[in-house]
């Protein structure tokens, strides 16, 4: 793949940011990818199973993720994701646009406890 600077990918869907953040220890197949999102985000962002398997194939194509040789020995026919090194650096870059979206939002008081 040639090489395409990890901000080119930038914004993510949140949805696909989740993806990331499942993925970055781990290799796991759709349905347990699902699972993690649904188990971090506890029903602030609603799934479905076609969302997750459409995002999957966005990030496959776009080079962030990539189909796992492993198989899952809970169902052979399953297929195992993991992260690409494009897909964790466009991980990193998309946590420093949303931090500094949230020292915006800090600077003009939008978030509780915030002083100025």
Do not use: C, W
């Not at 993925?23 to 609603?46: C, F, S, W």
């Amino acid at each position: 793949m040639p090489f395409k600077p990890s901000e080119s990918a930038l914004p993510l869907t949140p949805i696909s940011f989740e993806i990331l953040l499942s993925l970055l220890d781990t290799e796991l197949h759709g349905y347990a990818i699902l699972q993690a999102v649904e188990n971090r985000l506890r029903g602030k962002l609603p799934l479905r199973t076609g969302t997750i398997y459409r995002a999957l194939a966005r990030l496959l194509e776009e080079g962030l993720i990539e189909r796992s040789e492993r198989v899952p020995e809970d169902d052979p026919r399953r297929l195992n994701y993991r992260i690409t090194e494009y897909g964790h650096e466009t991980a990193k870059a998309e946590a420093r646009r949303l931090a500094d979206q949230v020292e915006a939002a800090r600077a003009h008081r939008l978030l509780p406890g915030t002083k100025r």
